[in-house]
C-alpha cells in the first residue's frame, strides 16, 4: 500500500481493553448471556453454551465468567487432562467451532462435570448443532447443554461500544462523528474495534483530530462505506 508522504508511523502502543464485569456494555441481546454468567452458580444445567457472531462479545463474558468461577481454560483434544481438570474445577472452553475437539474427550469432560458438580462454560459462533459431531453420546449430551445467543448489535450498542474502545484509548469523540460512523459500518463489534484501531493510527501518523473524512477514509479502506438507511 502507498503511504502518503506526511504519514509517519507511530509506535505500536498497546491499548489494554477494560474487560471487567462493571465495563460490560448491556443490551437486549446480551440480557440472556449475561445473567447466564451473573447467576452463576444457579445454573440450569451444568454446560453452559454461550453462540453469538464474531465480535459479539462472547469473549469478554467467558473472561468476566472464569474470573467469577475461578475457572481454568481447557482444549479437550486427545491426550489432554481436560476431563481431569473438569473434575476438580469449573472449566472453560472457548471457540469451540473453530479450534475444534476430539468428542470421545468432550464426551468426557462433560462426563465429567455432571459426575462431580463442576461447570462447563464453552463459546462458539455456531450452535453446537452445527459442530461436526459423530460420536452420538456426546450429541445427546450435547442437546441437554443450556444455549444462550447473541444477536447482532444495533445502532444503541454500537454506539456504547466506540464511546468505549474510544475511550479506552484516551479519545473522546464528538457523538455526530460516532453517529456517522454507526450509520455507515459493518454490524459487529469486531468491526467497531478495527474501525477505531484504524482511526487512531492513522490520526496519531497524519497529526491530525479525529474527522468525519477521516472516518469516511476508514470505512471505505475497511468495506464498512455502506449507506445509511
Given at each position: 500500500m502507498?503511504?502518503l508522504p506526511f504519514?509517519?508511523?507511530?509506535?505500536?502502543?498497546?491499548h489494554?481493553?477494560?474487560t471487567g464485569r462493571?465495563?460490560?456494555?448491556v443490551?437486549d441481546?446480551?440480557s440472556?448471556?449475561i445473567?447466564i454468567?451473573?447467576?452463576?452458580p444457579?445454573?440450569?444445567?451444568?454446560?453452559?453454551i454461550?453462540a453469538?457472531p464474531?465480535g459479539?462479545?462472547?469473549?469478554h463474558?467467558?473472561?468476566?465468567w472464569?474470573?467469577k468461577?475461578g475457572?481454568e481454560?481447557?482444549?479437550?483434544?486427545?491426550?489432554?487432562n481436560?476431563?481431569y481438570i473438569a473434575a476438580?474445577?469449573p472449566?472453560l472452553?472457548?471457540d469451540?467451532?473453530r479450534?475444534?475437539?476430539?468428542?470421545?474427550?468432550?464426551f468426557?469432560?462433560i462426563?465429567?462435570?455432571?459426575?462431580?458438580g463442576?461447570a462447563?462454560?464453552?463459546?462458539?459462533r455456531?450452535?453446537?448443532?452445527?459442530?461436526?459431531v459423530t460420536?452420538?453420546?456426546l450429541?445427546?449430551r450435547?442437546k441437554a447443554?443450556?444455549?444462550?445467543?447473541?444477536?447482532e448489535?444495533?445502532?444503541e450498542?454500537?454506539?456504547?461500544?466506540l464511546?468505549k474502545?474510544?475511550a479506552?484509548?484516551q479519545?473522546?469523540?464528538?457523538?455526530?462523528?460516532i453517529?456517522?460512523i454507526?450509520?455507515?459500518?459493518?454490524?459487529?463489534?469486531?468491526?467497531?474495534?478495527a474501525i477505531v484501531e484504524?482511526l487512531d493510527?492513522?490520526?496519531?501518523?497524519r497529526?491530525?483530530?479525529l474527522?468525519r473524512g477521516?472516518?469516511?477514509?476508514?470505512?471505505e479502506?475497511l468495506?464498512n462505506?455502506s449507506?445509511p438507511?
Amino acid at each position: 500500500m502507498t503511504r502518503l508522504p506526511f504519514e509517519q508511523l507511530p509506535l505500536a502502543f498497546d491499548h489494554d481493553p477494560a474487560t471487567g464485569r462493571e465495563d460490560l456494555l448491556v443490551s437486549d441481546r446480551l440480557s440472556a448471556a449475561i445473567a447466564i454468567v451473573d447467576h452463576w452458580p444457579d445454573w440450569p444445567s451444568p454446560v453452559v453454551i454461550i453462540a453469538g457472531p464474531v465480535g459479539s462479545g462472547k469473549s469478554h463474558l467467558a473472561s468476566i465468567w472464569r474470573e467469577k468461577a475461578g475457572a481454568e481454560t481447557i482444549h479437550p483434544i486427545a491426550g489432554s487432562n481436560a476431563a481431569y481438570i473438569a473434575a476438580t474445577r469449573p472449566v472453560l472452553f472457548e471457540d469451540a467451532d473453530r479450534q475444534g475437539f476430539d468428542d470421545t474427550e468432550l464426551f468426557h469432560v462433560i462426563n465429567s462435570v455432571r459426575q462431580h458438580g463442576t461447570a462447563l462454560l464453552m463459546t462458539s459462533r455456531l450452535w453446537p448443532m452445527s459442530w461436526p459431531v459423530t460420536l452420538p453420546d456426546l450429541q445427546s449430551r450435547l442437546k441437554a447443554a443450556t444455549v444462550v445467543e447473541i444477536g447482532e448489535p444495533d445502532d444503541e450498542l454500537l454506539t456504547q461500544v466506540l464511546v468505549k474502545l474510544f475511550a479506552d484509548r484516551q479519545l473522546f469523540v464528538d457523538e455526530r462523528l460516532i453517529a456517522y460512523i454507526v450509520a455507515r459500518m459493518e454490524r459487529s463489534l469486531e468491526a467497531a474495534q478495527a474501525i477505531v484501531e484504524r482511526l487512531d493510527r492513522l490520526a496519531l501518523a497524519r497529526g491530525t483530530r479525529l474527522t468525519r473524512g477521516l472516518a469516511a477514509e476508514v470505512l471505505e479502506e475497511l468495506g464498512n462505506a455502506s449507506q445509511p438507511d
